[in-house]
């Protein structure tokens, strides 16, 4: 928690690059195989499913900074007939080209977005690209094909996977 309370903090102050935030997320698995808390060869996109969806529920640095630069680029571009600093700060951003002022670009190409890009649209499309990857695995694969069938109750294989048999 305090970990992502600083990453929250810094997102759109510190110039970081998306490379950055893969490392970020790279270095987080590392210290949970080191302590023994996610495996090697487990899927690591599961990691960052919340337990709803037979996830583990870890916020991925890189979809947060995602959101956060698209909601503070919104925030400026919305404002910024209003405020002459917001303006500002959005003109320098620009003029630098930030990946803040490239946050709607790079989220289009990277997902495939078309028209307006909002929380909810990003959201689905981030947990879309997650599902993506862990039906082409073929352990993992199943168990999302499994999701699928009228028998299988998620919330209640949450429910069992979080509280056990108790």
């Not at 698995?29 to 996830?55: F, M, N, S, T």
Request: charged share 25%; hydrophobic share 35%; with cysteine.
């Amino acid at each position: 928690e305090h970990a992502i309370s600083v990453i929250n903090y810094h997102i759109g102050l510190l110039k970081l690059e998306p490379a950055d935030f893969e490392s970020l997320d790279l270095e987080i698995r590392q210290v949970l195989i080191k302590h023994h808390i996610h495996l090697q060869p487990a899927c690591k996109e599961r990691l960052y499913l919340p337990w709803k969806d037979l996830g583990k529920g870890l916020v991925s640095i890189e979809h947060r900074s995602e959101s956060m630069l698209l909601n503070m680029y919104s925030s400026l571009w919305g404002s910024r007939n209003s405020s002459l600093r917001r303006a500002a700060i959005l003109k320098v951003e620009e003029e630098t080209k930030s990946h803040l002022s490239q946050i709607l670009g790079y989220l289009k190409t990277k997902y495939g977005l078309e028209g307006i890009i909002t929380q909810k649209m990003l959201l689905e499309s981030q947990r879309g690209k997650l599902y993506n990857e862990i039906k082409t695995r073929t352990t993992h694969g199943k168990l999302l094909k499994a999701r699928d069938h009228e028998i299988v109750s998620i919330n209640g294989s949450s429910t069992w996977l979080f509280k056990g048999n108790n």
